[in-house]
């Protein structure tokens, strides 16, 4: 753990509370970038996501490596007196503090905003919740999916005659983290004008909706309901999934103008170019299953190999259908370094996602896996709390760490 931090948030220094995804995706994304994230859990079993994904065979999970990264991990119950009160101290030299509870829970445990604040106010105080801190849904439980159903994505995502199909990661989470994040460099910004931090409330449901174009404008001034299409938008055509010889897939962008030019003349077909039903975008878009079902009888006729390379020699965007397996193998994942190796003290060497996005002259960094619990409680409490060796150790007969 001696790596060099020289990211851009080396000077900030994170208490992350809460568990699972959205709010320790969060902390991830600062820990990568530089910020000194401090991270409290629950001292007899962590983070759930400690036991997450595929069991390994030393009963590690795989995910705890990535959402853990970057961290130190402090044992403490903040159910306790005694942990509220170690916590506020934590706080009270920090610049930004991360959690997703259920709304109400750190006002429970004398943790609001209020309370913080008047020891710091200079904190940032980035919330992330199923539904935001205010309005009739504020106190449900909601994760992820919930609000990806309510913020839209869920239906318009699989097939027309399915039921509303997932991403196949936990996206909701990961976008409520990543607006979290935003929040929290815009309130820090500001801080530097103002001196005064700030809440930046985060709801799942809210984070989806953001990203889902003009689903809601659209109806509003049409009255279409956008509905679940699978593997194309419609009326964005050509823009598919197409079968190539022995079952492989390839992806094929080619609804602009100028780029559908060059897929007709890599076909050998240049009357689809002028043909009156593909002849501009819109008329693509009103006859793209047919459009399709040409392309996929041309790609048909291909090894998937083949044809990526007849594409990019046209110009045309096309893609295979990756597989980490293939992420590892790749040529631009291996120049751009976006796979990094970290060395994980049980498993060894670990392979996993580098720093996004890359910065020229503060680049973020993988400096080490997602560490042991409490790896790191007696050290930040003994720096950033006051607690001598015997306060420890009487903190950790009851329980509290």
Known sequence: MTARNQGPLSDLVVIEMGSLIAGPFAGQILGDFGAEVIKLEDPRVGDPMRQWGRSLPKGHSPWWPVIGRNKKSVGLDLRTPEGQTIARELIRRADVV???????????????????????????????????????????????????????????????????????????????????????????HERERTGHGQVVDAALYESVLAVMENLVTEYDLTGYVRERSGS???????????????????????????????????????????????????????????LDAIIAEWTATFALA???????????????????PDMLEDPQFIAREAIVTTDHPVFG???????FPKLSRTPGSVRWPGPPLGAHTDAVLAERAGCSPERLAELRAKGVI
Not at 236 to 253: F, K
């Open 306 to 324: 083949d044809l990526l390379a007849l594409l990019e020699a046209r110009g045309v965007p096309a893609s295979r259908v990756f597989r980490a």
């Open 232 to 290: 194309v938008l419609p009326g964005i055509a050509p823009s598919n999934a197409y079968p190539c010889a022995g079952g492989e897939m390839i992806l094929i962008g080619g609804n602009g103008d100028t780029v559908y030019a060059r897929l007709t003349e890599a076909m050998g077909r240049p009357d689809l170019k002028s043909d009156p039903k593909f002849v501009d975008h819109a008329s693509r878009g009103v006859n793209q299953y047919e």
């Open 98 to 188: 991360i959690e997703n509870f259920r709304p109400g829970a750190m006002e429970k445990w004398g943790l609001s905003y209020e309370a913080l604040s008047a020891d710091n106010p200079k904190l940032v105080m980035a919330r992330v919740s199923g539904f935001g801190q205010t309005g009739p849904y504020a106190e449900r439980a909601g994760y992820g999916l919930i609000g990806e159903a309510m913020g839209g994505l869920r239906h318009v995502t699989g097939e027309p005659d399915r039921p509303p199909a997932r991403a196949g990661i936990s996206i909701g989470d990961s976008l409520a983290a990543m607006h979290a994040v935003m929040g929290i460099t815009m309130a820090l």
């Open 349 to 355: 060497p670990v392979r996993m996602q580098n720093a």
